[in-house]
């Protein structure tokens, strides 16, 4: 997703139509999320959860 389409309304449409998002932060693959793991909750736990490591 560009930074442009990074809105909660785009996260929603995203989940809508897909059964696989891959979930990248800073540039660098962060997790794969399928089937009932692709929700916004769970993208954002993701990039949230990644922060926290690079963080550290």
Request: aromatic fraction near 4%; charge should be neutral.
């Given at each position: 997703?560009s930074?442009?389409?990074?809105?909660?309304?785009?996260?929603?449409?995203?989940?809508?139509?897909?059964?696989?998002?891959?979930?990248?932060?800073?540039?660098?693959?962060?997790?794969?999320?399928?089937?009932?793991?692709?929700?916004?909750?769970?993208?954002?736990?993701?990039?949230?959860?990644?922060?926290?490591?690079?963080?550290?």
């Amino acid at each position: 997703m560009s930074r442009s389409s990074s809105s909660p309304a785009s996260w929603r449409e995203l989940v809508a139509y897909s059964s696989r998002v891959i979930v990248l932060r800073d540039r660098a693959h962060v997790a794969e999320l399928a089937g009932e793991r692709v929700t916004t909750a769970d993208i954002v736990e993701v990039i949230a959860a990644s922060g926290e490591r690079s963080a550290s």
